[in-house]
């Protein structure tokens, strides 16, 4: 059965495209995309979706999650995750390789890829640890990851601290073509440190981790990146010096990209006043200047994308003391609704743009054959509502886990129906309407 996506607002910002319009789907890929579908193409039964209302465009593309498996399914799986990306609108997703065991070697790779394409609902891309079991020690097999599904090397959680290390990763992600995402911290800096250096930490009378933490390394990571001409990544990136340095790293030429998270243009760190672990993550919640900076940065396309860092825990991992609580909050469900309201209706970016940080631009950094909704791509579409008010209600995620700090905030904008490779996944098609030419 081919499927008519009719009369909603379709933005595919690879083709500049903006407008209301057809998308004809087919065989699970894009048949057609523009203002009114052909006469002739209308031959034969379709089934009709009326996005009227809506907006349509390419799926969107988480570039950085936490799905916790293997080993620690109790906080989420390969499944759950996928279903909360569903929810959320993400038709792929990109998981970093922290889990237990490290996804390190060709075995592992190919069990996370397998594993996906039995239980999830979503797109996943697998990406490989820098070093073996995330040690910092011993370079992985890259190569031979590469082959077997991962399409990026990360040492997201155990950042390098050698610039030795990370020179020699650097070299090996060029010859091989992949990139290297980068968690930029100085741990020298940040030992038993929980939340942004600054007043609040004060106040509660907590170690801070001071912005020159993530300064330092994302300064050493663009030299490297400069010397080595990998394509560099920087992820979560959260303080106004940091944003700057890329800005500065892109004018001369260096292949470097970044992105930030909604907790990074949603929240400050008085967030944690009264012990909210639900707040605490790495890099910390910075200041309202950072959350400014954030938005500069977006706003002139310093920053490429917007992803999650998605990290469940279970209940008793957060509902602790701060300095025990782990690190990290869910938001798979909560990210386009924070973008739209956060970013969209107060004028900092564009809905089109807003779209091009979610889909397109993950997809071009990260060499998918993704994010467009040209002829022949891959029918991954997200159809949502810009309009809809909802009540963040983390009682009703699909996740495992509930960590998030967004409970009770009301957001406008939401993912009405996900499809992936022409199969809806989540949501329905709003009319079940069959037409025959």
């Known amino acids: 059965m081919r499927l008519l996506i009719s009369g909603g607002r379709i933005i595919d910002p690879a083709s500049s495209f903006d407008g209301v319009g057809d998308v004809l789907v087919e065989d699970g890929v894009i048949a057609f995309c523009g203002e009114r579908l052909p006469e002739e193409m209308k031959s034969g039964e379709v089934r009709l979706y009326d996005a009227s209302g809506l907006v349509v465009t390419p799926g969107l593309i988480d570039m950085h999650v936490h799905l916790r498996e293997p080993g620690q399914e109790y906080k989420e799986t390969l499944e759950t995750g996928g279903m909360a990306a569903a929810a959320g609108g993400f038709t792929s997703v990109v998981p970093m390789p922290n889990t237990v065991p490290a996804v390190d070697n060709r075995a592992t790779v190919e069990y996370v890829v397998r594993r996906a394409k039995e239980t999830s609902p979503v797109r996943v891309w697998p990406t490989v640890a820098a070093t073996k079991g995330n040690a910092n020690e011993e370079m992985s097999e890259i190569a031979d990851c590469k082959a077997a599904g991962a399409i990026a090397v990360t040492d997201d959680a155990f950042p390098l601290q050698s610039a030795e290390m990370t020179r020699r990763v650097m070299e090996y992600c060029r010859t091989f073509d992949l990139p290297l995402l980068t968690h930029c911290e100085d741990k020298s800096m940040t030992k038993g440190a929980v939340m942004n250096e600054g007043l609040s930490a004060t ?5 801070g981790m001071p912005k020159a933490a993530e300064d330092l390394q994302v300064s050493r990571n663009i030299e490297l990146a400069q010397m080595t001409g990998c394509r560099l990544h920087i992820l979560h990136i959260s303080s106004r010096r940091s944003i700057q340095m890329v800005r500065e790293a892109k004018a001369r030429g260096v292949r470097v990209s970044c992105e930030t998270c909604p907790q990074y243009f949603s929240l400050d760190d008085a967030i944690c006043l009264g012990y909210n672990t639900l707040a605490k993550c790495s890099p910390p919640i910075r200041t309202r200047d950072d959350i400014e900076a954030v938005k500069e940065g977006l706003a002139d396309a310093t920053i490429d994308a917007i992803a999650t860092d998605h990290a469940p825990h279970a209940a008793h991992e957060k509902e602790c003391e ?116």
């Open 203 to 207: 106040v509660l009378g907590l170690k």
């Open 322 to 437: 701060f300095q025990t609580a782990a690190f990290g909050m869910i938001g798979l469900e909560t990210a386009l609704g924070l973008t739209v309201s956060k970013l969209v209706d107060t004028g900092v970016i564009s809905l089109s743009e807003a779209v091009r940080k979610m889909s397109t631009a993950p997809a071009e950094i990260l060499g998918l054959p993704l994010g467009r909704l040209s002829v022949q791509s891959p029918a991954d579409i997200t159809v949502f509502d810009p309009s809809e008010e909802w009540t963040v209600d983390p009682e009703l995620f699909q996740s495992k886990s509930r960590n998030t700090p967004f409970a009770g905030w009301r957001l406008r904008g939401r993912a009405v129906t996900t499809i992936v490779a022409g199969r809806v996944v989540y949501g329905e098609v709003r009319s079940a309407e069959k037409t025959t030419a």
